[in-house]
């Protein structure tokens, strides 16, 4: 039978909840005192040209659900659509779909690929409330929920500066090269509109000695830091030198992401000497796996002096298709996880820093069988680290569910990092925190069903989740 | 207190379904509907001989369901039972248990072993279903009921013919040997009685050059073949020679089974010195796994041209026993999971052909921490790759529940390839779609019940996890 | 809003089981059938001199239920409390805190970091049971409390022997050094007060011939045996002199903890040559891994000829924090896991003695992922093998359930080896075996109510997990 009526888009109340009275009864009760609270969001990857320059708007809504979305990306190009219809720019500059109105048809033929996905609840959710959208995303309505979508982001109330107000957002990190100058940050904490948005430092290019373009990050960091890096020596002054500048605009946190949490400290020597070779020469991948082993080290010196939050992001293999890569570049939805070993892998860093009292470090992991194995028993140990939440793949409903489940008993709550968004799409940032709260509010009604904790606890921990714990790990207060 | 009476046995209609009543009331809504829907069976075991010669049997009840099942097999060795009580016969020759009554009273009297085992959940539904038996398995009810179960065998709604109508099996396929002339399948195909079964190409035993019996099968291949198979060129000549002939009688997929999926390509000349070398002389257990990893690559460039479907069982190590190996022989339930890596290990392969148009790969795990960590990320970016279901001590029915809980999120449902029921034991083939069935149907109701998905979408997901998602996978229609 | 009044502590009947009506209902049922049998505790590390002496108690309430626990320790050192300010005693002997009320009040002050963990747990309940404690521990609250424990550890009640009485334990198990001349165990097997108490010979220290205090050990060794250990044949013979002292005195089992299962045969020669380069210098950690993998073999033959059961505890990384182990010594939560594989590693040991009728094996893991994957399989073959239930960090609500959940569909109940509470706090025993109770009959109940078991069945069932199969996989009866 086929549905010649548009179906309503509709949200309940109580979704995501477990189906049990009792449960979802208290559960309901926990996430209405926190559904409002402000939201806190240490890690994004926001682009800020729209709140420096109110006239600039999102783009159209293919870029911003489709083209700029590596999850539904990856999804449609598994079943068979070709990057070139989706409109992504081809690096030989031929052709690609130009309509915007074309791919978010493509979109819509495929929406039901994406049941049960939480990339379809976080959109779901952002039409339903942002966009007041209230027919189900399909062949037949794609082109009016389209237009409806355009047609409000040229309306005032879909700045930038609006929404960030309209969020109810109070703060925002955003995810920085060392070499950026950092001029949106500066302009918007020295203008009229007035917001908490925050860079972090991220050096990955620069750290990651073959890394295909790193010696024009090299030769950008050189400029921006006015130094002649030469040496492991000046190497390090640098990063020193735009670490402090970041936190200089704000900066509460570094982010780094390697393969491996492998970690090896190498003498003054054997660092200076491998920067060199990779200065004059092409690196071996033995070099280059060795010297960030040793950077981690570093830089967790680095953040036990100068107080810098370090996050390390492990497991992913990026840019894992040659030819995606080539012909489209990266953040296409070809990043892969693999095996992570944290134990062994740290103990040459936390040996040195993991009880130093300014040292935070805070681990995100692609592999869960490390969540109740390694993260969690190293986490509920060492004052310096804590486990960031659920990342990635797993930033969804059973992947919370998990973590909480792996996590906690062994952990405690109170050295978890509270929650990231890690949005590139800043429409959908209400929604992935709809998504933690209420799978919070339902992991802790769970709790109080079964006299594990009492209510009071749960509205308390609940509060923590939401807020606390993220601007407390992250030394936003 | 001993109970005298022996016990009834009852199938309860809602068993396997969630107690919530919301939850219960809409998995048998959803099961109702695809209950009674076709068989669909790519992935076999099954010995055609009772279906070329109907005057055979499928032997006597301690062949159909201990000796022949691994599952039982292990279990009651486990538990002190030598192999030799139990009838399975002995390469030395020295006498085991001929009496197949005397088997099933050791059966019977351990079967309170397999509580809450997918083993009694099969069996029992068979005794139910398939021959009317009313009373539990026990020491007391064995005689009686192996020759309920004996007496029914022998009736002429028990022949192999019969039950595959009965039993509405849309399609079935068979795993064979590249030396096997496939006279059953030609059989079938040019007789009267009319059904869709087809082989599946399985050449681990030639490729596997340090395998115990590669001379032979080699051997083998070469007259079947009509071949003299005396280089690396002329092998893979005599395999597409098989593929091509496995096609011409219905096959439409191949299936390897290996204990890593590490893919390497080799040089012509390195893959041919590889095979020079065994063939003249004992290979080293390094070149087997290199030419094993060639041959990977290899096969995914045949079957991105012949269209074969590349099924890839990763991670048991087989035959692990030496001792039972060499007396009982193999499939005695002495193979054994060992942990994976997928990402890495087919970079080499993927990099080449896993965005072929025409490849098509359905990958099996047995670890489980696969799931969500790498095969779920690959299987939602890579066209070529599906998900192959829950399978060998995974086809269970927690195993179903974790792995749609883990795999669906990131790799949708669209990216799995529907059920395998990997069946040895013919019989009990409706059995184990039963519980997958349910389980799905229970799973689908959990995500009704949660508001992430619409009842009409659920009823939609059962048909195709039922029947759609396999016939697609395997170019089925 | 800040509570004046001290809130009362509960302990609900119904605490840890399923939220559902009819599961809570049957899982109350069987429950109340279990409750109330005999303890049986074959793996401890409880120390038996206040059961020697009447006279000595348990210590002060600071030291029962902080200083002993590395649970509580670690988790205290996470949020950033000194050790020093817990009482830990320092190696250098700098001054610690020495008044047990402050450092209860500050464990008393950071008690919500325990929220959902076992320890609050197991704290509350013996608090509850054992203390009659009626207020809820707080800042507040925490003198009140401290007092009143401390008053009844004076009371004759709390005698180490009328404990062990009260708490009906039928046979408990300590953990003892081979070089240890069981006076305690002597003393009470000939003294008035009757009891099952029965060492466990774990010979770690001196199997593991880089262990820091190896040498010593071995001096020990040499002493209690009686016999001068200079060559592998001797220190073999030393082993088995032991464990026959140890067997007069009734032990039943061995210990050893590994970091790795890898198992690997040496020639006579081999080891010979390790065992005297530990002898006259400091060895290599590989030849000190190369003996332990050889020792774990030759302790298994030692097994199958003497009947002592085998625990082999896998995958600590121990004394992890050199700074920790250097200042406060072992056992302070500095121990984590790594990953573990099973099946390759203890090919080599299994193959020689995996299906020898004496031997008996208790595999316990701290990589859960390891528990579907390798250790139901092995154990379900394997007559000699049983898992052993959660261990360490998974001895909880979630661990227990999802043990049951990965291990039983595969492993069956009957190759599980029951519970063991591993407790150093001889007062937590009843706590811990009553979460081990309700969790079973939790998951009895959701079996029953799913149809996949009858009642009758979860009762008899409910009995073996806490009673029977811990006898068994011991032989205790």
Redesign the interface.
Known sequence: MVNTQPQPLEL?E???????D??RNIAREIFNCIKNLPIVSPHTHIDLAPFVDPSMGFGDPAKIFIQQDHYIL??L????VPFEALGIPRSDERPVESDPHQVWKIFAEHY???????SK?WIDQTLYDLFSIRKKLSVDTAIEIYEQIESALRSPQFSARHLFSQFNIKVLCTTDAPSDDLTAHRDIQTGIWQADIRPTFRPDNIINLDAPDWRAELQKLCQIAGMDISSYSTFIAALENRRKYFRSLGAVASDHAVISPHTEMLSHQQADAIFRRALHAKITHEDAARFTAHMLIELARMSSEDGLVMQLHVGA?RN?????YQLFGPNR??D????I?F??SL?SL??RF??H?NLRMILFT????SY???L????????A?KIGPPWW??D????IR?YF??V???A????TAGFNDDARNFLTIPARHDVWRRSSANWLA??V?????ELD?GLE?AVDLALNLALKAYRLR
């Open positions: 309940h109580d979704r995501f909840f477990d189906p049990d009792g449960q990856r999804m190009h598994a079943q068979g039901s690929l994406f049941r049960a996905t939480p609840i293999y894992y298709s040659s030819s995606v939805g070809f892969f996880p693999t095996p070993e134990t062994r103990h936390l040996d993991g009880r009292p692609l592999d869960e069988s109740s194995r390694e969690a028993p190293l986490v509920s140990a060492y004052p680290l793949f797993h969804s409903l059973n992947g998990r489940d792996q906690i008993e062994t405690g709550l109170y050295n769970g709790l069903v079964r006299k594990i904790i606890e921990m």
